[in-house]
């Protein structure tokens, strides 16, 4: 199976500050990789896809980059609804599997 | 507006067994994949299985720590989706979420899940 490995996996950032998180995959993956964002007691939320292509809907504040073993995921000027847990997940290769997850939190 | 349903949870002693369901609207739901993700409490996100389409005969996938035990089915004139869970474990209790695959092979749409328990 591969791995995704998310550093850090907790993060306190201000309003406004831009962050990013990294994503790091046990072996390559191209670019099927996606973000996620999850507030407590809700379902996740799909971000961004293909590594850099942003859902529909989905505000240019979050961008996507990498390819093969390596990605992040940057929030910039942060806001309240921002605070959440983010996870990376991997398609290139059954079984799909997700990142640990951060967990963002309000400093 | 694409909507995922899912129902079905609740308590259920080990070695029982229990079937989810969900139900999609506002979208085509012959022409997607589906997949299933758990989410135990106070942990991350785990990958249960796939469904594809007619067009790729209903094959499926699944995670091996459910290869056996758990069989995912489809009713496209229903609009369904099913999770047939059996011989469960005190490890499968979880949120089990319904999820469209998009087109991107992304998972696009989210239901709000459905907690199952299982405990003696």
Known sequence: DIQMTQSPSSLSASVGDRVTIT??????????????????GKAPKSLIYAASSLQSGVPS????????TDFTLTISSLQPEDFATYYCQQYKIYPITFGQGTRLEIK | EVQVVESGGGLVQPGGSLRLSCA????TFSDHYMD???QAPGKGLEWVGRIRKKANSYTTEYAASVKGRFTISRDDSKNSLY??????????????????????????HWGQGTLVTVSS
């Open chain 1, 23 to 40: 994503c790091r995959a046990s072996q390559g993956i191209n670019n099927n990789l996606a973000w996620f964002q999850q507030k407590p």
């Open chain 2, 24 to 27: 999609a609207s506002g979208f």
């Open chain 1, 61 to 68: 504040k979050f961008s996507g980059s990498g390819s093969g």
């Open chain 2, 36 to 38: 299933w993700v758990r």
């Open chain 2, 83 to 108: 999770l047939q869970m059996n011989s469960l474990k005190t490890e499968d209790t979880a949120v089990y979420y319904c999820v469209r695959v998009g087109s991107k092979c992304d998972l696009d």
